[in-house]
């Protein structure tokens, strides 16, 4: 069914092995490799039955990612090559990038997606064939086994195809101690479009470990009750729901006298580094196991940042780790001298990335992410950084996120400055007085905007690009402070 040396071949030789296992766990229902291996099967024979073979690629946009799953084993199975995609994301972005992976197909569980033309309806209630049905053994792909996608927080995002070979090389690093640090029963609550999150899912897939299943849809009580399940050994999340869960904990009135979530042998923090207060309560609240994971899609982590670093040096991203040569240079690419703050320059053996962040190294080898490239704004002369006045208009808002973009003037050259809080519209009065009552006239924004909900990416960053083009196209969001 799989060439040998694949992720496929490793998942049924597991599934062999112990066919009553349980693989996924989802608070409703659990998953036993028995059941998954019979759900892949049956996606097999629909997708050929509706014309999908070797060498095509096909993309997948739902929102049940156990399903989205099994469609990637089940292509693996055909021969053909799987491109998972966000579901949240507008429908150009979805043809956009299945154009770039000369995408054959595109199928999706959402219902306001497959109404559109160059989407079809996954088949999700396909059922299994009464009779084996005779097929030829699929040859194998000699197209990618998957694309990983850059995170798109500033601009386009990129496809780096990738060979079974490739995914098997990095899960058998994941698996290791090494740089990845422990891991084991993994909850899970990311879009399996976050390329991070297919990998967790892999490497527990092949190694016998169980996966939790939070839904994308989620409150932050389902999430802990999630971290708090008997199983539960490791969880990755991005900074804005660590933020979010432990404002939730606090604010429940569930916060003890220790850690809430004692049985994690890791928290991981990726995607964006969480600084200062916000990590060091984030770690005294919900796990002494957090860790702050750095990296890059070109060159992988790049630094963490745990145990009692995090108390020494709560601003920093950790050390880079022993294989990476990390460097900070100016705008015309010469060095820069230590605790001088330029762009973050990453190496590891021939290949070199620049992450697009701002930053320096200090005294100790400690690595300081300072910013996004793009999220350093400029206004009447008078420069400053835009995480900064993020953090500054959630604590006066009391809001739990908020992003400033620059978006071309109506009136003039110079960019205006906006920010959009996720919040409810109505409290748009309230907000107005209190930021202009708390912010300096030098750093207060031109406009604000109260969106329900800020657009995210896969990985829930928040989808800057996506956002300035809404911000542009819908002037009546924007009111000026």
Not at 155 to 175: C, F, N, Q, W
Not at 434 to 454: V, W
């Amino acid at each position: 069914m799989y060439p040998a040396n694949t992720i496929g071949a490793a998942f049924l030789k597991k599934a062999a092995a112990a066919p009553d296992a349980i693989l996924f766990e989802t608070g409703a229902e659990t998953v036993t490799y028995s059941d998954f291996s019979a759900r892949l099967g049956t996606l097999r024979a629909a997708f050929a039955d509706l014309g999908v073979a070797a060498d095509q690629v096909v993309g997948l946009a739902n929102t049940n990612q156990i399903d989205t799953f099994a469609a990637i084993f089940a292509l693996w199975a055909l021969g053909a090559s799987p491109l998972v995609l966000d579901f949240r994301s507008p429908l150009s972005e979805i043809h956009e990038r299945a154009t770039r992976a000369g995408a054959s197909s595109v199928f999706s569980d959402f219902r306001t997606l497959a109404q559109h033309d160059g989407v079809q309806s996954f088949p999700r209630d396909a059922t299994a064939p009464e009779m084996p049905r005779m097929r030829p053994v699929a040859p194998a792909s000699h197209g990618p086994a998957d694309f990983i996608m850059s995170s798109g927080t500033t601009g386009v995002p990129k496809l780096y195809p990738s060979s079974h070979e490739d995914l098997l090389t990095a899960i058998e690093r994941m698996a290791r101690r090494g740089e990845r640090g422990d891991w084991g029963n993994a909850v899970s609550c990311l879009n399996l479009s976050f390329p991070g999150t297919r990998f967790i899912w892999y490497r527990n897939a092949i190694s016998g470990r169980k996966i939790i299943t939070v839904p994308v849809f989620f409150s932050y009580a389902e999430l802990d009750a999630a971290l708090l399940h008997e199983d539960a050994e490791e969880v990755t999340l991005p900074p804005v729901l660590i933020r979010g869960l432990t404002q939730h904990i606090t604010s429940q009135g569930l916060a003890g006298t220790g850690p809430r979530y004692h049985r994690l042998v890791k928290m991981q923090c990726i995607g964006g580094p969480l600084l200062g207060p916000a990590l060091t309560e984030a770690k005294a609240i919900l796990s002494a196991k957090l860790c702050v994971t750095y990296s890059s899609t070109q060159t992988g982590i790049i630094s963490r940042l745990e145990g009692d670093a995090i108390d020494s040096h709560p601003h920093s991203v950790g050390k880079p780790l022993p294989h990476h040569q990390v460097s900070i240079v100016d705008d015309d690419g010469l060095p820069l001298p230590i605790n001088a703050v330029g762009h973050i320059v990453t190496q590891v053996g021939d290949n070199t990335a620049q992450p697009g962040d701002r930053g320096y190294l200090d005294d100790e080898g400690y690595l300081c992410v300072v910013g996004r490239v793009q999220e350093y704004l400029c206004r009447n002369g008078v420069s400053f950084n835009a995480p900064d006045l993020e953090d500054r208009i959630q604590k006066i808002t009391g809001a739990a996120l908020c992003c400033v973009i620059a978006a071309p003037s109506t009136v003039d050259d110079e960019d205006e400055i906006i920010a959009v809080i996720e919040a409810d519209p109505s409290r748009l009065s309230d907000f107005k007085t209190r930021l202009r009552a708390q912010l300096s006239p030098l750093t207060r924004p031109d406009k604000i905007a109260l969106l329900q909900a800020i657009p995210k990416t896969s990985g829930l960053k928040v989808a800057r690009a996506q956002l300035g083009r809404l911000v542009e196209t819908t002037q009546e969001l924007c009111h000026a402070l």
